[in-house]
């Protein structure tokens, strides 16, 4: 598609539920990036794909998250044993070579999955 | 890791007004990016610029890498420039991801 895809856009669910968020990047971007935004916050790095490879998770807050990209394109971020301190927008963003130590790339967001934990 | 400061955190223009938005980094970027966020949560991008000067219509950037710190300048604002404003850079010393600031949230007045 022409832009970064995210879905669902809303998600409401009960505390202790497990829950998976979808992203399609754009396509031919090797990098795929998760961040997590709280209301009135910045955006927060959970963890960055190199093609199928997690190339640094050092964001993911425990080992409730996890996230995968089998085929190098569309990724999943998963949570499981949902909680209210997990309500949040979580955002993905690709790019077409990997930030790190290359000029002239810039990182695309989509818009975003609202997660409701209630 | 690299810090990124933004200010002020708030902003409220009348519309026709000029403003200008900071951002300080505390460290060497590869890459710095300037992203408008609108009310529906998307982040638009504005501009790539780890340094010099570029200019879109109302809107300019510049960014000073050896003093560390970009400027977002906005001319003639429209009520359509509210929202919040990110600044976010990679640095050298990380591997790939972007640190975001606070923001700077804009508000104008017709």
């Known amino acids: 598609g022409a832009g970064v895809s995210q879905t669902p856009s809303n998600k409401v669910t009960e505390k202790g539920k497990y829950v998976e968020l979808r992203c399609d990047p754009i396509?031919?971007?090797?990098?795929l990036y998760w961040y997590r935004q709280s209301l009135g916050q910045g955006p927060e790095f959970l963890i960055y794909f190199q093609g199928t490879g997690a190339a640094d998770d050092s964001g993911l807050p425990n080992d409730r998250f996890f996230a995968v990209r089998p085929e190098g394109s569309v990724s999943t971020l998963k949570i499981q044993r949902t909680e209210r301190g997990d309500s949040a927008v979580y955002l993905c963003a690709s790019s077409p070579l990997p930030l790190s130590g290359v000029m002239n790339t810039e990182a695309f967001f989509g818009q975003g999955t609202r997660l409701t934990v209630v | 890791g690299i810090q990124v400061e933004q200010s002020p955190p708030d902003l409220i223009l009348q519309e026709g007004a000029n403003s200008t938005l900071r951002c300080n980094f505390s460290?060497?970027?590869?890459?710095l990016q300037w992203f408008h966020q609108n009310p529906w949560g998307q982040l638009i991008n504005l501009f790539y610029i780890p340094s010099g000067t570029k200019q879109n219509g109302r809107l300019s950037a510049t960014t000073v890498a050896t003093e560390r710190y970009s400027l977002l300048y906005i001319s003639s604002s429209q009520t359509t420039d509210s929202g919040v404003y990110f600044c976010?850079?990679?640095?050298?010393?990380?591997?790939?991801?972007?640190?975001f600031g606070k923001g700077t949230k804009l508000s104008v007045k017709p």
């Open positions: 460290d060497s970027v590869n890459n």
């Open positions: 976010a850079v990679d640095s050298r010393g990380s591997q790939g991801n972007l640190i």
């Open positions: 396509s031919g971007h090797t990098a």
